[in-house]
């Protein structure tokens, strides 16, 4: 039976080559001061930069510039952009950049005029905002977490070893978000490979978990084989401007809370996945990559029936005469002969994770009882050593 489920996207997204010249029309409905945050410098070697500030520029605004957000943004920088928000009283925080840019503006947003301590509340405690939040818009430049259209913001706390994120409620979400594909092309191929597996993981989570049968795992199933597709010709020719658009649209569904409607959730591959990054730092695709498939065919017995679905309606594997569990392996088996092909990291070694971490990691790693088998910390130990 489909849950019962509340559906509201306050996102307003321009998409394609043209969209630029949308952000004027969205930036005068803000105040005139403007946090323009982005991250180690891509967009000034791109050309958005000065496109952005064209904008700005048109429209009269205050510009506060707050560069440098690093990729997995750390708690450190959070506190540091919420002290800037917070003296300049910013009256829009316009992020410009990937998910690591959308997260930590979301987070500043969140913790500009919050009086406790933001890392604690909203991360650890995982409380909702009392203070006023900011308003965010971004201009998208790397395509993987859909945190243009969503609540979450992940922030990294290295001290502390934990990886956590936010659910921000709709006042969190992005009010604006600049889709432009071409803005994606000069991704190095690493990074584009990276957010090309975060979005088919997304679907994973959102896909293998329940047994309903309900619009949400049709959707699901055509997003999976849109973004199998594109991503086979992205990667032959990272230039193929249809391909990354496919990708980009595809992966703003993937994470806006559309396919989990009324359906519960996995997410443990994100669990591990952001383990790891707490300890290594690695790219953030990368981890979740390298740990799906140990982890799949350990629930594959407690969700049979959805593995043979995934093996029939994504990767066209003819299971009727097969017995179940061959043709849900066949299925997995077509997953592992895909991600080899976009050349995804298939072990934990490759991010830096040793043997002897993997018991650290396992012990930080959330279990949740959502997916078709909670596992245990000695499963999740397991798993990190069949991925090195
Ligand atoms: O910092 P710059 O110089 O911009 O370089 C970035 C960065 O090094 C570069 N890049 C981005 N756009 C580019 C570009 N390089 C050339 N041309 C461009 N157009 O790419 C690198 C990676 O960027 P980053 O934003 O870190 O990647 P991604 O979008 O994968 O974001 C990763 C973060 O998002 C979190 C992850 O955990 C991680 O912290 N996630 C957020 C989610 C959400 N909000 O819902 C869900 C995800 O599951 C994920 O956890
Ligand atoms: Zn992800």
Known sequence: ?????????????????????????????????????????????????????????????????????????TVEKLYN???????????LILAVGGGSVIDYAKG???????????????????????CRLIPVGCVLTMVGTGSEM???SVITNHAQKIKTEMG??????????????????????????????????????????????NVSDYLSEGLMRSVIHASRIAVRDPLDYEARSNLMWASTWALNTLIAKGKTEDWEVHMIGQ???????????????????????????????RFVRFARNVWDI???????????????S???????????VMHAAELGVTKEMTGEIAAVTPLYDTGYRKLTKEDVEEILRESL
Request: hydrophobic share 35%; aromatic share 10%.
């Open 1 to 73: 039976m489909i849950g019962n489920f509340t559906f509201c996207s306050p996102t307003r997204l321009h998409f394609g080559d043209r969209s630029m010249s949308r952000l004027p029309e969205e930036l005068i409905k803000y105040g005139p001061k403007v946090m323009l945050t982005y991250g180690g410098g891509s967009i000034k070697r791109n050309g958005v930069y000065e496109e952005v500030l064209a904008a700005l520029e048109a429209t009269g605004k205050v510009v506060v510039e707050d560069p440098g957000v690093m990729s997995n943004p």
């Open 81 to 91: 952009g919420a002290r800037i928000a917070r003296e300049h009283d910013v009256d």
């Open 108 to 130: 500043v947003s969140a913790s500009a005029w919050c009086d406790e301590d933001p890392w604690e509340k909203y991360y650890l405690r995982k409380e909702m905002p009392e």
């Open 150 to 152: 969503n609540g979450g």
């Open 168 to 213: 921000l409620d709709d006042r969190g979400v992005p009010k604006f978000a600049i889709l432009n594909p071409r803005y994606t092309l000069s991704v190095p191929k690493y990074q584009m490979v990276s957010g090309i597996y975060d979005i088919f993981n997304h679907i994973c989570e959102q896909y293998f978990s329940g047994d309903d049968d």
């Open 275 to 305: 383990a790891i990054g707490a300890f290594t730092d690695a790219a953030h695709g990368m981890t979740l990559s390298a740990v799906s498939l140990p982890y799949y065919r350990r629930i594959l017995p407690y969700g049979l029936h």
């Open 318 to 332: 003819p299971a009727e005469g097969m017995d179940p569990e061959s043709a849900a392996l066949a299925g997995l």
């Open 334 to 344: 077509a997953l592992e002969e895909w991600m080899n092909e976009i050349g995804v």
